[in-house]
T-cell receptor, first 115, second 116 residues
Framework: GAVVSQHPSWVICKSGTSVKIECRSL??????MFWYRQFPKKSLMLMAT?????????EQGVEKDKFLINHASLTLSTLTVTSAHPEDSSFYIC???????????FGPGTRLTVT | AQSVAQPEDQVNVAEGNPLTVKCTYSVSGNPYLFWYVQYPNRGLQFLLK??????LVKGSYGFEAEFNKSQTSFHLKKPSALVSDSALYFC??????????????FGAGTRLAVHP
C-alpha cells in the first residue's frame, strides 16, 4: 500500500515553455502533498506544501508564480513549471501524507531538462 | 533551529558485515524520526519511523534504528549488509513548527556502498 505515482518520469522542453507534472496517490487519500526539488548528490529541498482544496504554501525563495501547484482532489496534485529556463532543470519529487499519518510516501520523481 | 545531521557522506561496508548509518537531530518537543532510502533516479522509499514506544524500531528490508534521547540520535542499522543495500539514505525529523502539515526536515544523506 501507500503508492504514489508521478507522470511523466522524464521530460525535455524548450526554454520559455511550460511543463506540468502530475502526482497521484494510488491507494490512499492524501490530505497533504509536498513538492521537492533535488539537485545532483544533494538532499531534498521542499518547494511547497498543499492541502486538498487549499492554496499551496510555498517555502521561502520559491516563486509561486513560476511553480504553480494545484491540489484538486485527495489523490491528485500537479506542479506546473511556467516559462521554464535551463536553471529549472532538476529532479522533482512529490510526496503524499494521509490523514493521521506522519510519514510521507514519495513518488518516483520527474527529471526535467530545459534546453 | 531544527535540524538533522548525517555526519558521514559515505559509508563503506563489506557484504555480510553489520552496517550503521548515523543520524543526530535537533528539534523542539518530542521528535518524530524517519529513515528513507533512495535508489538512483528514483524517489524515496520509507524504511521506518519512531513516534513513541520502544527505542528500537524495526523496518523494511531487515533495517532497524535505535532512538537515543540523551544523545539525540537515531542511527540506522542492519546486522548483515547486502550489496543491494547500496543506495542513498536519508534521515528526517518532523518539523514541529509546521503544524498540521507535518513537514519533514531531511538530513544531507549518506551514501552506503556495500562491497562484495
Amino acid at each position: 500500500g501507500a503508492v504514489v505515482s508521478q507522470h511523466p518520469s522524464w521530460v525535455i522542453c524548450k526554454s520559455g515553455t511550460s511543463v506540468k507534472i502530475e502526482c497521484r496517490s494510488l491507494d490512499f487519500q492524501a490530505t497533504t502533498m509536498f513538492w521537492y526539488r533535488q539537485f545532483p548528490k544533494k538532499s531534498l529541498m521542499l518547494m511547497a506544501t498543499s492541502n486538498e482544496g487549499s492554496k499551496a504554501t510555498y517555502e521561502q525563495g520559491v516563486e509561486k508564480d513560476k511553480f504553480l501547484i494545484n491540489h484538486a482532489s485527495l489523490t491528485l496534485s500537479t506542479l506546473t513549471v511556467t516559462s521554464a529556463h535551463p536553471e529549472d532543470s532538476s529532479f522533482y519529487i512529490c510526496s503524499a501524507r494521509q490523514r493521521g499519518g506522519y510519514e510521507q510516501y514519495f513518488g518516483p520523481g520527474t527529471r526535467l531538462t530545459v534546453t | 533551529a531544527q535540524s538533522v545531521a548525517q555526519p558521514e557522506d559515505q559509508v563503506n561496508v563489506a557484504e555480510g558485515n553489520p552496517l550503521t548509518v548515523k543520524c543526530t537531530y535537533s528539534v523542539s518537543g518530542n521528535p518524530y524520526l524517519f529513515w528513507y532510502v533512495q535508489y538512483p533516479n528514483r524517489g524515496l522509499q520509507f524504511l521506518l519511523k519512531y513516534i513513541t514506544g520502544d527505542n528500537l524500531v524495526k523496518g523494511s528490508y531487515g533495517f532497524e534504528a535505535e532512538f537515543n534521547k540523551s544523545q539525540t540520535s537515531f542511527h540506522l542499522k542492519k546486522p548483515s549488509a547486502l550489496v543491494s543495500d547500496s543506495a542513498l539514505y536519508f534521515c528526517a525529523v518532523r518539523d514541529t513548527f509546521s503544524g498540521g502539515y507535518n513537514k519533514l526536515i531531511f538530513g544531507a544523506g549518506t551514501r552506503l556502498a556495500v562491497h562484495p
